[in-house]
């Protein structure tokens, strides 16, 4: 959870400076919280991030004076935030599984292959990555 929580000062840093007040800051502190659950595969560490981004967001960038405020479009906020956690948890598993099943259907053909083509495939792809 800690790396959320640099994630969230950092990128609500970079978005005061750069992005325009309003809503695009909004969404892109949204943005954040759904990359890092997509990286994340800790839905109590996504869960956690959108809540300091939304902390963060509420305090800083919408009420600049650093005052958390609880009105309905803060809650409004909080559930997109939650939203965009949720998006990126099911997204990233989604990637996982699909990343996992190219993988076991890669080693599988080769498996099938026999010994002599596999010792050529990894010979071919050791030539490959020599000439980077």
């Known amino acids: 959870m800690t790396g959320g929580f640099v994630v969230s000062v950092a990128a609500c840093a970079a978005v005061a400076a750069l992005v325009p007040e309003g809503t695009p800051r ?3 502190m949204a943005a954040v919280a759904g ?4 990286w994340s595969r ?17 305090g800083f960038l919408v009420n600049a004076a650093g005052e958390l405020t609880f009105t309905r479009s803060d809650l409004v906020r909080l559930g997109v935030f939650g939203t965009a956690a949720l998006v990126g948890l099911v997204a990233g ?7 996992a099943r190219d993988e076991r ?3 599988v053909s080769l498996w099938r292959r026999g010994p002599i083509q596999v010792r050529d ?3 071919q792809a050791v ?3 020599s000439r980077t």
């Open 127 to 129: 030539r490959l990555t």
């Open 35 to 38: 990359t890092f659950a997509i």
């Open 93 to 99: 598993a989604l990637f996982r599984v699909v990343r």
């Open 26 to 28: 909004v969404v892109a």
């Open 42 to 58: 800790s839905p109590l560490a996504a869960a956690a991030t959108a809540l300091m981004t939304w902390l963060f967001t509420t």
């Open 105 to 107: 259907r890669s080693f």
């Open 121 to 123: 495939y990894v010979e």
